[in-house]
């Protein structure tokens, strides 16, 4: 994960409710690991101790030597085709960064088997729109005081059982903020 503000901060708690293992997040200085522990704010020393089993130290492009995953949320440009190329084999590459995203999807698609951007002209657009009024109906309903993450994943799981076995493809892994069917199915997961 590239940026460890808010967004940095939640995908990974997200992902690690959804048992994801080994997640290496990166700020602007580099791989967040606990020998930076004494320069850290309260979130990346969290961020530090929860993430980073294999202690790995350095830049993102070390971070991403065999990696599977890359989920951008920081700024526009940080990710470099040489670096994207230290990636695993048919690697997946979420760039959100928006209107600008930490790579092209044109450059990124010359080693990344999916694509996907915070933009609304490519494929896989990735928007919490099609999350949040769903979460907020589903919350309304029970009369939840607050969102837990348990929430948050159902909404997640929701959104990805709106695209059928036969409808996935690698230019389409997430619905279109357009489908009416998300709000309802994100709700009913959430209440």
Same mark, same amino acid.
């Not at 460890?4 to 690690?16: D, F, P, R, Y």
């Not at 409710?17 to 690991?33: F, L, M, N, P, Y």
């Not at 896989?124 to 607050?146: E, S």
């Not at 493809?169 to 709700?187: D, G, L, M, W």
């Given at each position: 994960?590239? /940026?460890?503000?808010?967004? *940095? =901060?939640?995908?990974?708690?997200? @992902?690690? #409710?959804?048992? +994801?293992?080994? $997640? %290496?997040?990166?700020?602007?200085?580099?791989?967040?690991?606990?020998?930076?522990?004494?320069?850290?704010?309260?979130?990346?020393?969290?961020?530090?101790?929860?993430?980073?089993?294999?202690?790995?130290?350095?830049?993102?492009?070390?971070?991403?030597?065999?990696?599977?995953?890359?989920? /951008?949320?920081?700024?526009? *440009? =940080?990710?470099?085709?040489?670096? @994207?190329? #230290?990636?695993? +084999?048919?690697? $997946? %590459?979420?760039?959100?960064?928006?209107?600008?995203?930490?790579?092209?999807?044109?450059?990124?698609?010359?080693?990344?088997?999916?694509?996907?951007?915070?933009?609304?002209?490519?494929?896989?657009?990735?928007?919490?729109?099609?999350?949040?009024?769903?979460?907020?109906?589903?919350?309304?309903?029970?009369?939840?005081?607050?969102?837990?993450?348990?929430?948050? @994943?159902?909404?997640?799981? +929701?959104?990805?059982?709106?695209?059928?076995?036969?409808?996935?493809?690698?230019?389409?892994?997430?619905?279109?903020?357009?489908?009416?069917?998300?709000?309802?199915?994100?709700?009913?997961?959430?209440?």
């Amino acid at each position: 994960i590239c /940026g460890a503000g808010a967004a *940095g =901060v939640a995908v990974t708690k997200i @992902l690690l #409710r959804a048992k +994801a293992q080994d $997640i %290496v997040v990166c700020d602007s200085t580099g791989v967040i690991h606990t020998g930076r522990l004494p320069e850290l704010n309260e979130s990346k020393r969290w961020l530090a101790k929860a993430t980073n089993p294999r202690n790995v130290r350095g830049r993102l492009e070390d971070a991403l030597k065999g990696a599977d995953l890359f989920v /951008g949320v920081s700024g526009p *440009g =940080v990710l470099g085709l040489p670096a @994207l190329r #230290r990636m695993a +084999a048919n690697p $997946i %590459v979420f760039a959100l960064a928006n209107p600008i995203p930490e790579i092209m999807p044109e450059l990124a698609e010359r080693k990344a088997m999916i694509v996907a951007t915070g933009r609304s002209d490519y494929p896989n657009q990735i928007n919490n729109v099609l999350a949040f009024p769903g979460i907020f109906r589903g919350a309304l309903n029970v009369r939840a005081r607050r969102i837990t993450e348990e929430m948050q @994943l159902a909404a997640a799981w +929701a959104i990805a059982d709106c695209i059928s076995p036969a409808e996935l493809n690698v230019e389409y892994i997430v619905p279109s903020v357009f489908n009416r069917e998300v709000v309802q199915k994100v709700a009913k997961a959430v209440e």
